[in-house]
């Protein structure tokens, strides 16, 4: 699913997309190419200075982290700057709490915007100069159309707009008006401030776009000092320009507004620096609408921001990604000038692959059953080698204790299995990891339910370390835990927070909520875990054998562990969609 905005400057013709190579042999993007282009030149002396500019009404998401990887990599590579700068110019929408997770979550995933932390509020006072200067050069006027009528004014793509009645106030009224709103003698909505430019442009942006509305609302820094703000259009880039930004890297939905951003640029006669767009990130199974994970929050369809279930950077990290998980990711998908839908295995991709080098391997049941080995000692217990991580020789070995009763997982016995179903049985052998051969020799009942509650084994005291010394071979190993040295946990098997792939694509008249999954969560309170795991600190990542990797949650508490499930081991949501009949 891709959508094409045509090439432009050579930034965005399929044939170059992606293809110049870097010095260190990997292909350049199209932002890179202008930015050595600009360098060649000599525009802006060869210096480049980029910024990430969120706005704290929400928490950052993983297609923010796309824009902070960027914008970062672009100083590093080109021995320049980022600065991380807050757009607080709606103080209706935003808050403190915003401000601290976002300042969070850019230090999480490994960048530094060391002395140069900026708010549009720091711009206030010349953000109004600039607006008092376009009023001057008769650029701007004060307007009384309601919201409504200046939308209505404003036309189609097939008609040009209409002009306010007031559009044509003299420099003097207009100054004066401008003036009283900033005093507050105004209510919301009776006045704002319009730039000037053509009513009949085919840009619609350019129809006389709103600069400032009256908000008469507390704001988060600057406190009552202000009943006026600017909007986006209007701050962005003249706050790219105060900072001296060479470079300003928006997403694809600004670039008609470019010609807005120039037109205040060369009208106010200040330093321009080169807006360019590039595809934000879509991915399958997630919305990207902060306004959306807005309302999954406040309709308590998650458990707050930092839900493991979201995508955003604390859901993430909360769930057990790693910030060279998720830069690994954004590097892989690339930059490009084309819309476009990221597979969510990708993302997943990137977090096996690391976590695969450095995660400890522990053993867990976690939907546990009891087995017990008939013909082992009662009250002996003895210890086999396991080794930590078969990735990182480094990683060493590890002791683990095996005792007369075990857990194993639930899903490894079957009564009366299948053709296909290898592991444990009535009559059946198999090999318990590190440890013994064990044979299948009956069960123990819930007399009311009928459910196996208990299997009962022999085991080959010969067959220590796994391997029988006959040669005889079996089909399946599996994963136990020694029960009495057992652990318990709390495990939280997180899947898709939606159920379809595109989640927005509905019906007219139905809601994207429509899509949410139902099983997006299940919660397994009597795991048991070898108690090498034991005294694990949250934000602790691991993988338990053949189930995952996981992570120890923020709600653990000393006596309590609960552990997410950060992956899989394989990409099987296919697989649940199958059975569930999705």
């Not at 206030?124 to 009528?149: I, P, T």
Request: net charge negative; aromatic share 10%; with cysteine.
């Amino acid at each position: 699913m891709t959508t094409s905005n045509g090439p432009e400057r050579g930034d965005g013709s399929p044939s170059e997309e992606n293809t110049d190579p870097k010095s260190d042999g990997r292909p350049s993007n199209f932002i890179e190419r202008l930015i050595e282009e600009d360098n060649k030149t000599g525009r802006f002396g060869g210096k480049v200075h980029t910024r990430f500019p969120p706005e704290p009404n929400g928490y950052l998401h993983i297609g923010h982290a796309k824009s902070i990887c960027l914008n970062f990599a672009l100083a590093i590579k080109f021995g320049g700057k980022c600065n991380l700068r807050f757009d607080d110019t709606n103080p209706t929408t935003e808050d403190e709490e915003y401000v601290r997770s976002i300042q969070e979550d850019v230090r999480w995933l490994g960048f530094d915007w060391e002395d140069r932390l900026f708010y549009a509020s720091d711009f206030f006072e010349e953000l109004y100069a600039f607006a008092v200067k376009l009023v001057r050069k008769g650029k701007a006027y004060v307007d009384n159309l309601s919201a409504d009528d200046i939308s209505r004014h404003r036309g189609s793509l097939y008609e040009p707009g209409r002009e306010s009645p007031h559009r044509e106030r003299s420099v003097e009224e207009n100054l004066d008006l401008l003036a009283r709103m900033r005093k507050g003698e105004f209510d919301e909505g009776t006045h704002v401030l319009r730039a000037k430019i053509d009513m009949a442009s085919p840009n619609l942006n350019l129809r006389d776009p709103v600069l400032y509305r009256i908000r008469k609302a507390a704001h988060h820094r600057t406190g009552t000092r202000w009943v006026i703000y600017p909007l986006y259009d209007f701050a962005h880039g003249q706050c790219d320009s105060l900072e001296g930004i060479t470079h300003s890297i928006c997403t694809l939905e600004f670039e008609n507004h470019r010609a807005l951003y120039d037109w205040f640029c060369q009208e106010l006669e200040i330093h321009h620096p080169q807006q360019i767009e590039f595809a934000r990130l879509n991915l399958t199974y997630a919305v990207m609408s902060k306004r959306k994970l807005l309302r999954l929050v406040k309709d308590s369809h998650v458990h707050g921001w930092n839900d493991p279930r979201m995508l955003t950077i604390s859901g993430l990290r909360r769930r057990g990604y790693t910030p060279e998980a998720l830069r690994s990711f954004c590097d892989e998908i690339g930059v490009t000038k084309f819309n476009s839908v990221i597979d969510m295995v990708v993302l997943e991709n990137a977090l096996r692959t690391d976590l695969n080098r450095r995660a400890p391997r522990f053993m867990a049941a976690v939907r546990p059953l009891k087995v017990v080995v008939e013909n082992y000692p009662e009250g002996q217990s003895e210890e086999v080698e396991a080794i930590n991580n078969p990735e990182d020789p480094a990683a060493g070995m590890r002791k683990m204790p095996f005792s007369r009763v075990l857990y194993i997982e639930r899903d490894d016995f079957m009564e009366d299995p299948p053709k296909k179903f290898f592991r444990l049985a009535p009559g059946r052998e198999v090999r318990l990891r590190y440890a013994y051969f064990v044979k299948c020799t009956g069960v123990v009942k819930d007399p009311t339910t009928g459910e196996v509650v208990e299997v009962r084994c022999t085991y080959d005291p010969a067959t220590k370390g796994g391997d029988a010394r006959d040669g005889r071979k079996v089909k399946a190993t599996l994963h136990w835990v020694s029960a009495s040295h057992a652990i318990t946990a709390e495990v939280r098997l997180y899947n898709h927070l939606f159920s379809a792939e595109h989640p927005e694509d509905v019906p007219e008249g139905q809601d994207f909520l429509v899509n949410l999954n139902p099983n997006s969560l299940e919660v397994l309170p009597n795991a048991k875990l070898e108690p090498a795991i034991a005294g694990a600190a949250p934000g602790f990542r691991c993988q338990f054998e053949r189930l995952g990797y996981f992570c120890v949650d923020t709600d653990s508490r000393p006596g309590r562990l609960v552990f997410n499930r950060s992956v899989t081991l394989k990409d099987d949501w296919s697989k649940i969609q199958k059975r569930d009949g999705a």
